[in-house]
């Protein structure tokens, strides 16, 4: 039996470039942050009113939490900061919980099978099915959950992205259907050689690919390592719907280093996320998003990212650093033993270390360009 008319096209998309803005703020905060400035990254109490008594000042063993209440942190008189375990606060039961399982029509002819490790969609045609997301052990009952659904086959399935190990097996009756996924390995400075190798893939891109099946669209786009390195955010532009994945989550990101993950390319995927044409985002668990809550996720990211920056230019060390970052506010608790204390901050510390460096040398080789330029146009 023939296969139905699909085309498939890559779009040799440019570097993506940041909105000038978002570039603008952050190069300001970096550079305040190298001059020594304490830079403001959240909003400050209003000034006191005239005659009011002003609080008392925390202990000097004492920071004051979002909330008011004091909190001990090992910082005393002279501003040292005593090593201890990092605990955090206890694991909220709402945040990892696993939702149940099922499948849902969330646009026309677009399906999200949640309950099996994460969200999937599935974008029905008349010519066939195209699945994204990661598969899990349970791909047999995802097939059978998506069976459910359509008779149409499966044609496409799409990895959107890959941590270390082998991916899951394509199910049975999805045999035919063709893998796609990012195909340029990335190099992996915190991890392990085999991270980088390339999964199997029957087609592959490097930034941008377009399918047509159906007279459907879909649209996939990688901007930079992020989550891990081959993240991969979907777009289906005729339903101004974009699957996110794990690009976009309601807890603390977990930014897997081992797997090619980088903060600063998570910053500027996002950035890439919101250049695009959509209404509502599939996250990677949970409930759709709209993209004002995109929005809030990446500024939620940039703050994480100025504090930490701000803590490494004040000279805290790392273990010392993850006690003190401030995150409450953002509705990130951190919690001791999750992905991002354990496995994440340690890497993201490094990460900006490298970039401070970047930042310094970038400084002085403009001064010296500058002082060679004003010797030049002294010369008689």
């Given at each position: 039996m023939s296969?139905?008319?699909?085309?498939?096209r890559?779009?040799?998309?440019?570097?993506?470039?940041?909105?000038?803005?978002?570039?603008?703020a952050?190069?300001?905060?970096?550079?305040?942050?190298?001059a020594?400035?304490d830079?403001?990254?959240?909003?400050?109490?209003?000034?006191?009113?005239?005659?009011?008594?002003?609080?008392?000042?925390?202990?000097?063993?004492?920071?004051?939490?979002p909330?008011?209440?004091?909190?001990?942190?090992?910082?005393?008189a002279?501003?040292?900061?005593?090593?201890?375990?990092?605990?955090?606060?206890?694991?909220?039961?709402w945040?990892?919980?696993?939702?149940?399982?099922?499948?849902?029509?969330?646009?026309?002819?677009l399906?999200?099978?949640?309950?099996?490790g994460?969200n999937?969609?599935?974008?029905?045609?008349?010519?066939?099915?195209v699945?994204?997301?990661?598969?899990?052990?349970?791909?047999?009952t995802?097939?059978?959950?998506?069976?459910?659904?359509?008779?149409?086959?499966?044609?496409?399935v799409?990895?959107?992205h890959?941590?270390?190990?082998?991916?899951?097996?394509?199910?049975?009756?999805?045999?035919?259907?063709?893998?796609?996924?990012?195909?340029?390995?990335?190099?992996?400075?915190?991890?392990?050689a085999?991270?980088?190798?390339?999964?199997?893939?029957?087609l592959?891109?490097?930034?941008?690919?377009?399918?047509?099946?159906?007279?459907?669209?879909?649209r996939?786009?990688?901007?930079?390592?992020?989550?891990?390195?081959?993240?991969?955010?979907?777009l289906?532009?005729?339903?101004?719907?974009?699957?996110?994945g794990?690009l976009?989550?309601?807890?603390?990101?977990?930014?897997d280093?081992?797997?090619?993950?980088?903060?600063?390319?998570?910053?500027?995927?996002?950035?890439?996320?919101?250049?695009?044409?959509f209404?509502?985002?599939?996250?990677?668990?949970?409930?759709?998003?709209?993209?004002?809550?995109?929005?809030?996720f990446?500024?939620?990211?940039?703050?994480?990212r100025?504090?930490?920056?701000?803590?490494?230019?004040?000279?805290?060390?790392?273990?010392?650093?993850?006690?003190?970052l401030?995150?409450?506010?953002?509705?990130?608790?951190?919690?001791?033993?999750?992905?991002?204390?354990?496995?994440?901050?340690?890497?993201l510390?490094d990460?900006?270390?490298?970039?401070?460096?970047?930042?310094?040398?970038?400084?002085?080789?403009?001064?010296?360009?500058?002082?060679d330029?004003?010797?030049?146009?002294?010369?008689?």
């Amino acid at each position: 039996m023939s296969r139905p008319r699909s085309e498939h096209r890559n779009r040799p998309a440019g570097r993506f470039r940041a909105p000038a803005a978002n570039r603008l703020a952050q190069a300001v905060c970096i550079a305040l942050l190298a001059a020594g400035a304490d830079v403001p990254l959240r909003a400050q109490p209003p000034a006191a009113t005239a005659g009011a008594q002003a609080p008392s000042p925390p202990p000097a063993d004492e920071v004051a939490a979002p909330d008011g209440a004091a909190q001990p942190t090992g910082v005393d008189a002279a501003g040292a900061v005593a090593s201890a375990p990092f605990v955090g606060p206890p694991e909220p039961p709402w945040l990892y919980g696993p939702p149940a399982p099922g499948i849902e029509e969330l646009a026309e002819g677009l399906y999200v099978v949640t309950g099996y490790g994460g969200n999937l969609v599935a974008r029905v045609t008349p010519e066939g099915v195209v699945v994204a997301g990661e598969l899990t052990a349970a791909a047999d009952t995802i097939a059978a959950t998506i069976a459910g659904a359509t008779d149409q086959p499966v044609r496409y399935v799409l990895r959107t992205h890959q941590h270390d190990g082998e991916p899951a097996a394509l199910p049975a009756p999805w045999r035919d259907a063709r893998r796609v996924a990012p195909g340029r390995p990335v190099p992996l400075p915190h991890g392990s050689a085999a991270s980088q190798r390339p999964e199997a893939a029957d087609l592959t891109f490097t930034r941008g690919l377009s399918l047509f099946l159906g007279g459907a669209e879909v649209r996939l786009h990688h901007f930079a390592p992020a989550h891990t390195g081959s993240d991969t955010a979907v777009l289906f532009p005729d339903l101004g719907v974009l699957y996110a994945g794990d690009l976009v989550v309601r807890g603390m990101p977990f930014i897997d280093y081992a797997a090619g993950g980088g903060s600063r390319g998570w910053v500027e995927t996002l950035d890439g996320i919101l250049a695009l044409e959509f209404e509502t985002a599939v996250p990677g668990a949970g409930p759709a998003l709209t993209k004002r809550d995109v929005q809030v996720f990446r500024d939620r990211f940039v703050t994480l990212r100025m504090r930490a920056m701000q803590l490494l230019y004040r000279g805290v060390a790392g273990e010392d650093a993850l006690r003190l970052l401030e995150t409450s506010d953002l509705d990130w608790p951190l919690v001791a033993g999750r992905p991002f204390a354990e496995r994440s901050f340690a890497a993201l510390y490094d990460e900006l270390a490298v970039e401070r460096e970047e930042a310094r040398a970038a400084d002085e080789l403009a001064r010296g360009t500058a002082e060679d330029e004003e010797e030049e146009s002294d010369r008689p």
